[in-house]
């Protein structure tokens, strides 16, 4: 195991500072921080001197994959604590018991569904039986915050995937779309779903991907101008009523516009529904 610099403790001692920022709205117990403090020094130890193929400390996967608990997913200080030890189990010599004498059954309960999720269902035995997956997926575990984290998991890597060799990476893409994209929907998590079906796309259809996105990027400036014009006399209105609002503009997502094409077998220029305009009232 290659050895972590000064440089490198730095820069984990950065990412985790950044966590216990994001941590600091939900720790409401006392305690709790501490919790994630003890389970980031932990984790810290076990994954000490292991780099990831992108040459980064390992540490910084579970970090980044608390971080996205907290923040996109919204789940609570057991679910940090599981993150930042996810892992562990599976990669080093900790075993669900030390989990558990350390933190508890639950947590213990939590990282141990986790580690038999990355080694059960998705290791080299995964068949194509998608629907099998999905539905054991979505009962095997008796904490729906197994499945939370795992997508949590599956979303940092897909957001590092470029470090991957192709052929795994179009696997891997490949899995995310049919398996943890449709998850992620059911349970809610519409942008981290549109996120993980464009990570797909953009790694199993490059060439396309690259095509929509500099298509969206020449059309830009005119779509903007359609916004404006389009939201003007609404703006005024709502103005004039003294109703508080948001008004916002959505663009169709990259994979949203491709699969459009495919399956009405239109081109770009005919797909006309790219923009669409949200307005948020304030009740």
């Keep these: 195991?290659?050895?972590?610099?000064?440089?490198?403790?730095?820069?984990?001692?950065?990412?985790?500072?950044?966590?216990?920022?994001?941590?600091?709205k939900i720790?409401?117990?006392?305690?709790?921080?501490?919790?994630?403090?003890?389970?980031f020094f932990l984790a810290n130890?076990?994954?000490?001197?292991?780099?990831?193929?992108?040459?980064?400390?390992?540490i910084l996967h579970p970090i980044a994959v608390a971080k996205i608990v907290v923040d996109e997913v919204g789940l609570g200080v057991k679910s940090v604590v599981s993150a930042l030890l996810h892992d562990v189990v599976e990669d080093t010599e900790y075993t669900v018991e030390d989990i558990e004498n350390l933190f508890g059954p639950k947590i213990a309960q939590i990282?141990?569904?986790?580690?038999?999720?990355?080694?059960?269902?998705?290791?080299?035995?995964a068949s194509a039986q998608t629907e099998n997956f999905k539905k054991l997926l979505l009962t095997m575990s008796e904490d729906i915050r197994v499945i939370l984290i795992k997508i949590?998991?599956?979303?940092?890597?897909?957001?590092?995937?470029?470090?991957?060799?192709?052929?795994?990476?179009?696997?891997?893409?490949?899995?995310?779309?049919?398996?943890?994209?449709?998850?992620?929907?059911?349970l809610g998590l519409n942008q981290i779903k549109m996120e993980l079906e464009n990570l797909s796309?953009?790694?199993?259809?490059?060439?396309?991907?690259?095509?929509?996105?500099?298509?969206?990027?020449?059309?830009?400036?005119?779509?903007?101008?359609?916004f404006q014009a389009f939201t003007a006399p609404i703006r005024a209105k709502l103005d004039e009523m003294g109703v508080t609002y948001e008004l916002?503009?959505?663009?169709?997502?990259?994979?949203?516009i491709w699969r459009k094409m495919q399956t009405k077998h239109l081109a770009f220029d005919e797909i006309f529904d790219i923009l669409a305009v949200r307005i948020i009232f304030d009740p």
Excluded: W
Aim: aromatic letters at 10%; proline letters at 4%.
């Design 201 to 226: 796309f953009k790694y199993e259809h490059p060439e396309e991907y690259a095509a929509i996105e500099e298509k969206l990027a020449i059309t830009q400036a005119e779509r903007e101008k359609l």
């Design 152 to 186: 949590a998991d599956r979303l940092h890597n897909m957001r590092t995937l470029e470090h991957m060799a192709p052929n795994k990476q179009y696997k891997i893409a490949g899995e995310t779309l049919y398996i943890y994209a449709p998850i992620a929907y059911r």
């Design 27 to 39: 720790c409401q117990k006392e305690g709790e921080m501490e919790l994630i403090k003890k389970a």
């Design 111 to 125: 990282v141990d569904g986790l580690t038999k999720i990355s080694g059960g269902i998705f290791g080299d035995k």
């Design 1 to 24: 195991m290659a050895g972590f610099t000064p440089e490198d403790d730095l820069l984990i001692e950065a990412y985790f500072n950044d966590l216990l920022k994001s941590c600091q």
């Design 248 to 256: 916002k503009g959505r663009i169709k997502s990259p994979y949203s």
């Design 45 to 58: 130890e076990a994954h000490r001197g292991v780099r990831r193929r992108s040459g980064e400390p390992y």
